[in-house]
């Protein structure tokens, strides 16, 4: 009987989640907390989805934030549909990566990425991290970018998927999504 050759192990979630843990693992974000905790953050927030919009919300920030290109994701056996998401949520790889809005609008035309940013965009808005931004740079009003983009992202998929992701992440916007539906 011939020997066949051992299949790789499937890439999965939790391994996503480790990876992301450890490829972000010395960042810190603006307020200088662990910037694992906002990968982990976003990537738990999507649990009611399948595995690959998982895989890329923990992987969300690995193409923009360390040197992970798409072909070392790729051998490391994550799912070419996580890495097209991811590649699509990494604003150095949209056609205008200086026009926040312009990348909103973007990633709104692919159901999976806005998934992503949407949860991204939660955590991003957490009443705490908001007001740590303003309390950091007073003389500057806290970033009201994600507050744009969000009926950008609402209006582009299902309220129910946009309302499950809230319900984990930022349940403080689930009263600004009923206004908005």
Same mark, same amino acid.
């Given at each position: 009987?011939?020997?066949?050759?051992?299949?790789?192990?499937?890439?999965?979630?939790?391994?996503?989640?480790?990876?992301?843990?450890?490829?972000?693992?010395?960042?810190?974000?603006?307020?200088?907390?662990?910037?694992?905790? =906002?990968? /982990?953050?976003?990537?738990?927030?999507? %649990? !009611?989805?399948?595995?690959? +919009?998982? +895989?890329?919300?923990?992987? =969300? !920030?690995? *193409? #923009?934030?360390?040197?992970?290109?798409?072909? *070392? /994701?790729? #051998?490391?056996? &994550?799912?070419?549909?996580?890495?097209?998401?991811?590649? @699509?949520?990494?604003? @150095?790889?949209?056609?205008?990566?200086? !026009?926040?809005?312009?990348?909103? @609008?973007?990633?709104? #035309? =692919?159901?999976?990425?806005? /998934?992503?940013?949407?949860?991204?965009?939660?955590?991003?808005? /957490?009443? $705490?991290?908001?007001? *740590?931004? %303003?309390?950091?740079?007073? !003389?500057?009003?806290? &970033?009201?970018?994600? *507050?744009?983009? @969000?009926?950008?992202?609402? %209006?582009? &998929?299902? &309220?129910? #998927?946009?309302?499950?992701?809230?319900?984990?992440?930022?349940?403080?916007?689930? $009263? $600004?999504?009923?206004?908005?539906?």
């Amino acid at each position: 009987m011939p020997e066949t050759e051992p299949s790789a192990p499937r890439f999965t979630v939790e391994t996503a989640r480790v990876l992301a843990e450890v490829a972000h693992n010395r960042q810190k974000d603006k307020l200088k907390r662990p910037y694992r905790e =906002h990968v /982990l953050a976003v990537g738990d927030a999507l %649990a !009611d989805f399948d595995e690959d +919009i998982q +895989i890329a919300g923990y992987l =969300h !920030d690995i *193409a #923009e934030d360390t040197p992970i290109t798409r072909q *070392a /994701l790729l #051998e490391m056996g &994550v799912p070419e549909r996580a890495v097209d998401i991811i590649e @699509r949520v990494t604003k @150095r790889l949209q056609d205008n990566p200086d !026009d926040y809005q312009s990348g909103i @609008r973007a990633i709104a #035309e =692919h159901h999976d990425a806005t /998934l992503v940013k949407i949860a991204d965009n939660a955590h991003n808005s /957490l009443p $705490e991290r908001v007001q *740590a931004l %303003a309390e950091k740079w007073p !003389d500057k009003p806290p &970033v009201t970018r994600y *507050a744009d983009a @969000r009926p950008v992202l609402y %209006a582009a &998929v299902p &309220v129910e #998927e946009t309302r499950k992701i809230l319900a984990r992440i930022n349940p403080w916007l689930l $009263e $600004e999504l009923e206004g908005d539906a």
